[in-house]
């Protein structure tokens, strides 16, 4: 599992998936609650896609245009982990890359990886793989 401890330039990713960590150790016997486990983290997960929703449809609506949304769908949906070289991204997105990628690295959704390009958040990788935010354009 991919969701890194540093959050990059988004430290309210942080928060909200630190409070459903709290809430789900708040349901555990007293025993249980003083470490949270990297099953507690993928536990909170789900709910924190649900519950930060304003979080992510800001990043949408506000911070990306409808190209780098199409960018970052195509991204999000080669799965965890996956770098795709600029070559790759030329093919399925022939016009003005470079001024999307430089968008998307601007706003800290995307680095530079190798050769290639990725995600720099796990938790927002699967937010716009789950394809919600298609609403908010």
């Known amino acids: 599992m991919g969701l ?7 430290p309210c990713l942080v928060q909200l998936l630190c409070e459903q960590i709290v809430a789900i150790k708040n349901e555990q016997d007293p025993t ?6 990297l099953g507690n983290v993928e536990q909170a997960v789900p709910e924190a896609l649900s519950s930060g929703s304003m979080i992510f449809a800001e990043i949408a609506g506000n911070q990306v245009n409808a190209p ?4 970052l769908r195509f991204l999000a949906a080669k799965g965890e ?6 070559k790759a991204l030329s093919r399925q997105f022939p016009d003005n890359l470079d001024s999307t990628l430089n968008l998307l690295l601007r706003r800290e959704l995307i680095e530079e990886d190798g050769d290639g390009y990725c995600f720099q958040v796990e938790l927002i990788r699967r937010w716009f793989d789950r394809g919600v935010m298609t609403r908010y354009r």
């Open 81 to 86: 982990g996956a770098t795709l070289s600029k």
């Open 4 to 10: 890194s401890p540093r959050q990059r330039c988004h």
């Open 32 to 37: 249980h609650r003083r470490l949270a486990t």
């Open 68 to 71: 780098g949304l199409e960018l």
